[in-house]
Nanobody
């Protein structure tokens, strides 16, 4: 069964850093666009960062300059380095893998990892 498993979520003080990881199994991420999304309590899920299959990155304005998305196709993982965290970054963070091949759309989600930023 295809799986995405996130890890690295934690409780950190404002200004702290975290590195989230997403490990894929039973499929290769190399042809997939990978992204991180987050959902705060009472809010809709929002896109945080994306990285295409060829390594082009894009970020939400709220995290640009603080977060960095990267991928390691050999290890079948994608990461999100988060620096200078603020309480507004508190959310469950989800990993997503998407590939469109003709009329077929493959769209996979992980279960999420909790990030809490608080003093």
């Amino acid at each position: 069964q295809v799986q995405l498993v996130e890890s690295g979520g934690d409780l950190v003080p404002p200004g702290g850093s975290l590195r989230l990881s997403c490990a894929a199994s039973r499929f290769s991420i190399s042809a997939y666009a990978m992204s991180w999304h987050r959902q705060a309590p009472g809010k809709e899920r929002e896109l945080v960062a994306t990285i295409t299959s060829v390594g082009i990155t894009n970020y939400a304005h709220s995290v640009e300059g603080r977060f960095t998305i990267s991928r390691d196709n050999n290890k079948n993982t994608v990461s999100l380095q988060m620096n200078n965290l603020t309480p507004d970054d508190t959310a469950v963070y989800f990993c997503n893998a998407v590939r469109r091949l003709g009329a077929v759309l493959n769209d996979y989600w992980g279960q999420g990892t909790q990030v809490a930023v608080s003093s």
